[in-house]
């Protein structure tokens, strides 16, 4: 059967999205369209780019998250570096290492820019902070005089990734009429996380698709990252760590308050074990425990959802 499957963002968590991928091929699931938030991007262009699960777990499970905490020398000086850093980059690590990554993960399936997949295949949710709103990349890069077609995927994963304070923003140029008008500092608009204002938008495919009667719309399926992790202390010694601490809050705090809110029996519901998103010292452990988590988690759901009966 086909589907389209929205999934949440979730940092390290992402492995257990394709723990459920995986379950889900197994239960006979076609993905027709993914869209996905943050590590949910991962898994949204991942499988866009024809990867299964079997194969997307194990490229992310021999991946050494610490790799992507990069910055410069200059940075890493004690107490000062990393505060100068997000005085100056606007970020504690330039998120560089992630898009190349990606970039390179994509490319070994002939993917570059998403005129390279089908049209409306892959939806990317990104925040742009300059002017408060959601972006779902590519389709509305138009409104920044920007060709979607063009636009590199790995660049946009990056963008939804882009933790605030953790990861640099990714900065946008408006081009055309989009630029018309506005002074040169002007034309530059920041963009991160796409989990600061969509943590999980369900809500894209049902808008799309909304026209149609329910027997001839293609069901959506949510992937969602649920169960509270353990309030940690933080020991707070400079600004670098005072910083850690308030975006592990405030993460922490933002997935808490969505999960209690948000109930859909159209969703993949998986633990995550206590896990919490910025724990990039993950062991391989822990990896192998949310994977097996989202497997079973994909199973389990698969083995009594019934589409069009909500």
């Not at 299964?52 to 790799?67: L, V």
């Amino acid at each position: 059967m086909e589907i389209n499957a929205v999934f949440e963002g979730g940092g390290v968590k992402g492995v257990a999205l394709a723990g459920a991928v995986e379950a889900t091929e197994r239960a006979g699931g076609i993905f027709k369209k993914v869209a996905g938030t943050s590590s949910g991007s991962i898994i949204a262009s991942l499988l866009a780019a024809g990867y299964d699960g079997e194969t997307m777990s194990r490229i992310i499970r021999q991946t050494s998250f610490t790799a992507f905490l990069k910055r410069g020398m200059l940075y890493n000086t004690a107490i000062v570096g990393p505060a100068l850093r997000v005085m100056i980059k606007k970020g504690l690590y330039s998120g560089e290492a992630l898009e190349a990554w990606i970039r390179g993960i994509l490319r070994e399936k002939g993917i570059v820019t998403f005129s390279d997949l089908p049209r409306g295949k892959l939806s990317i949710i990104a925040s742009d902070i300059t002017n408060g709103r959601i972006i779902v990349l590519p389709d509305d890069l138009e409104d920044y005089g920007i060709s979607p077609g063009g636009f590199e995927v790995a660049k946009a994963v990056r963008m939804s990734c882009s933790i605030p304070y953790f990861f640099d923003p990714v900065m946008l140029r408006l081009n055309g009429q989009a630029a018309k008008g506005k002074t040169f500092m002007e034309q530059f608009i920041y963009v991160v996380d796409g989990g600061l204002l969509s943590n999980f938008p369900l809500w894209l495919f049902d808008e799309k698709e909304g026209f149609k009667s329910p027997e001839r719309r293609t069901p959506t399926v949510g992937y969602q990252l649920i169960g509270k992790t353990e309030p940690q202390a933080h020991r707070i010694t400079g600004p670098f760590s005072m910083l850690q601490a308030m975006v592990g809050t405030m993460l922490s705090a933002h997935d808490e308050r969505y999960i209690e809110t948000e109930k859909f029996v159209r969703t993949v519901k998986i633990p995550t074990l206590g896990v919490s998103t910025t724990q990039f010292h993950i062991t391989p452990e822990q990896s192998d425990e949310l994977y097996a988590a989202g497997l079973n988690a994909g199973e389990v759901f698969f083995k009594h959802w019934r589409p069009y009966k909500h």
